[in-house]
């Protein structure tokens, strides 16, 4: 019948001092794997599509194409 | 005012009428249709075996043959001199199951995964009846033809070039990359 009191106070305290930083600790994990898998390379891929890219061409293969209302292709 | 008078009193009358039948120390009629059947007493203390009430009101057996009786003095006594079983006859005397004998499993849940796949099933074949007697033509939209004349005008308008739609396609050797 010689139980140990059982601790009355503080849970709340011990709880939070065990799974706060494990939270934190997860989330700047997971913040900065979506930062090197998708922001990063989808930053470098509007970089690298920029880079060469001859808006004029592409005007006049959409022209073509003829997806405008404003300017027919050039046969017409 | 004077219709609202009248039909206070009905409304008096018939509770009246139902607050002597609550109060009456008759108990619950089990629903039958005519004859006369048996009527617990819920206004005396009642036995359950249940799992959230390890005590229950009162005894399983509240009528003791003679041998209970005589356990039940026997009890009184000190509790070594009891053999097992009479410890036993004890526990059923006050007790109808052991907490083992409710927790048993009843494999209830095979009739009710049977019956969620069952309905699951007659529900698929409702669905094919309304496939082909209730749904309407599919729009032109969905043909194949137009399927791919849609593609073709969102590659010439370069839809979502940089990564997405028209990102995957080449244009120089007009295929898919």
């Given at each position: 019948m010689s139980l140990p009191k059982p601790a009355m106070r503080g849970l709340l305290a011990k709880r939070l001092r065990f799974h706060l930083p494990i939270a934190f600790g997860l989330s700047i994990i997971a913040a900065v794997a979506f930062k090197f898998t998708v922001t990063e390379p989808r930053k470098q891929a509007y970089a690298d599509f920029y880079k060469h890219y001859d808006s004029m061409k592409e005007f006049s293969a959409m022209r073509e194409a003829g997806v405008f209302e404003s300017v027919r292709p050039t046969g017409k | 005012m004077e219709m609202l008078h009248l039909t206070a009193g009905r409304v008096a009358g018939l509770l009246s009428r139902r607050g002597v039948a609550v109060f009456s120390t008759s108990g619950v009629k089990m629903a039958s249709h005519g004859g006369v059947t048996e009527q617990t007493d819920m206004s005396v203390p009642l036995y359950c075996d249940r799992l959230?009430?390890?005590?229950?009101?009162?005894?399983?057996?509240?009528?003791?043959s003679a041998a209970d009786k005589s356990l039940k003095q026997k009890e009184?006594?000190?509790?070594?001199?009891?053999s097992k079983e009479e410890k036993l006859a004890l526990y059923r005397i006050m007790f109808n199951e052991t907490y083992a004998e409710m927790k048993?499993?009843?494999?209830e849940w095979k009739t009710v995964l049977g019956g969620i796949f069952f309905f699951i099933g007659f529900t698929g074949l409702v669905v094919l009846w309304q496939r082909y007697y209730v749904y309407p033509p599919h729009p032109r939209t969905l043909d194949d033809e137009w399927q791919a004349m849609q593609v073709k005008r969102m590659l010439d308008m370069r839809?979502?070039?940089?990564?997405g739609f028209s990102a995957k396609w080449d244009y120089e050797k007009g295929q898919w990359k």
């Open positions: - | 959230d009430t390890p005590l229950p009101d009162r005894p399983y057996k509240d009528t003791l009184k006594g000190p509790w070594n001199s009891l048993k499993p009843t494999g839809v979502n070039p940089v990564e």
